[in-house]
């Protein structure tokens, strides 16, 4: 088990972008940046099988149109596994949407959007990804807004064999991100700018074909490894469908016209698809 805070020399190297993403504050800060030029992007230096991931944002403000910020845990190669975060940028006063989607053996095609009850613009929000071996929890300041079972009894691949990295990334998508691609980003608002602070991990760090877990934690990290076993409790099951009624903009498992041989095999397992 390995508990990762805080620090972002410590956890994260800058990918590309230059000067546009910057470590700021002795580590406890990171800004990713996007201008016509380029975007910016970090990721983690360790990969993680399993945990619980803690990041807090700021998104873009203003007229963000046609930008996206992605956070994600993603391995490498043809059939990879992904968990996704991304914030679709939009006009001024219209709210960001939340795009969500798991990739499990290269397929992925599980999109769910969500609309947030804040503007996550004016302030830090904290944004979780519970993966355990049998559900992945999405949350939004603690507030659960997706879980995607293991359903793999029934057929469904689920991400539990390849290490991932943190990912995160502000890049221009113009040409699909906002209502389509039919709003394009407004270059004369640049540099469009997304900060992150408050990184935390509870994880099993996968170093040389090994994971740091053992079978059992110990004393001092069993309370903070109940995201091994975690699921919705009574509340956690109000708020996940409070979520879902009065913000999801969009769910593969309801789109028919895009399955027109059948829903997705797991979307009739879970009430909370």
């Given at each position: ?12 190297d ?5 000067n ?14 996007l ?12 990969e ?19 930008t ?33 989607n ?63 990295r943190?990912y995160?990334s ?36 996968w170093s ?8 059992k934690?110990?004393?001092?990290l069993?309370n ?13 099951r109000r ?12 769910n ?12 997705p ?5 879970s009430?909370?698809?």
């Amino acid at each position: 088990m390995a508990a990762s805070a805080g620090n972002f020399y410590q956890a994260f190297d800058i990918t590309w972008g230059g000067n546009r993403a910057q470590i700021l504050e002795g580590g406890q800060l990171l800004t990713l940046s996007l201008d016509k030029t380029s975007g910016s992007g970090f990721q983690s230096k360790n990969e993680y099988l399993f945990g619980r991931i803690d990041m807090q944002l700021k998104l873009v403000a203003g007229n963000s149109a046609g930008t996206v910020t992605a956070y994600y845990l993603s391995s490498l190669g043809p059939n990879h596994d992904e968990i996704d975060f991304e914030f679709l940028g939009n006009l001024s006063g219209d709210p960001y949407i939340l795009h969500t989607n798991v990739f499990a053996q290269g397929k992925g095609n599980r999109e769910q959007q969500f609309y947030l009850w804040f503007d996550p613009t004016l302030n830090f929000h904290t944004y979780s990804i519970v993966w355990n071996p049998k559900r992945i929890i999405f949350l939004v300041d603690n507030i659960p807004i997706r879980v995607f079972n293991n359903e793999e009894s029934i057929g469904v691949p689920f991400p539990k064999n390849q290490p991932m990295r943190i990912y995160s990334s502000l890049w221009n998508a113009d040409d699909w991100a906002t209502r389509g691609g039919l709003v394009k980003t407004d270059w004369s608002k640049a540099p469009f700018t997304a900060s992150y602070r408050n990184f935390n991990a509870e994880a099993c760090v996968w170093s040389s074909g090994a994971s740091s877990c053992t079978s059992k934690p110990t004393n001092s990290l069993s309370n903070s490894a109940n995201w091994r076993t975690q699921d919705l409790d009574a509340n956690g099951r109000r708020r996940i469908r409070w979520v879902q009624k009065y913000y999801m903009v969009y769910n593969y498992c309801r789109d028919s016209r895009r399955f027109p041989q059948g829903l997705p095999t797991e979307c009739r397992r879970s009430r909370f698809l």
